[in-house]
């Protein structure tokens, strides 16, 4: 027999490596249900993929495989905004 024993996990960091088309700054945040985690701010007429974070998701009350949506917004609305990596850490 193998006992395991599983410590529970409060929160999962996480960054993103973001950019924007031409200027304002591009904004990323992780949400799972009702619960949105805390904003990552990217820097702002930022053109070149750059790593920004770390932002946090609380997920003391979650339980078993879970669906995060990855939510990427860009500042002025005028101009895309760009993700093309995430990354996370339990905490």
Not at 58 to 73: I, K, N, R, Y
Request: with cysteine; glycine share 10%; charged share 20%.
């Amino acid at each position: 027999n193998v006992w395991l024993r599983f410590v529970p996990m409060k929160s999962l960091a996480y960054c993103a490596r973001t950019k924007v088309e031409l200027t304002g700054r591009a904004d990323m945040r992780l949400k799972t249900g009702a619960t949105d985690g805390t904003t990552v701010q990217g820097t702002p007429d930022e053109t070149a993929y750059a790593w920004h974070g770390p932002g946090t998701i609380d997920v003391s009350a979650l339980s078993g495989w879970q669906t995060f949506e990855v939510q990427l917004a860009h500042t002025t609305g005028s101009y895309n905004a760009y993700i093309d990596k995430a990354v996370g850490r339990m905490t």
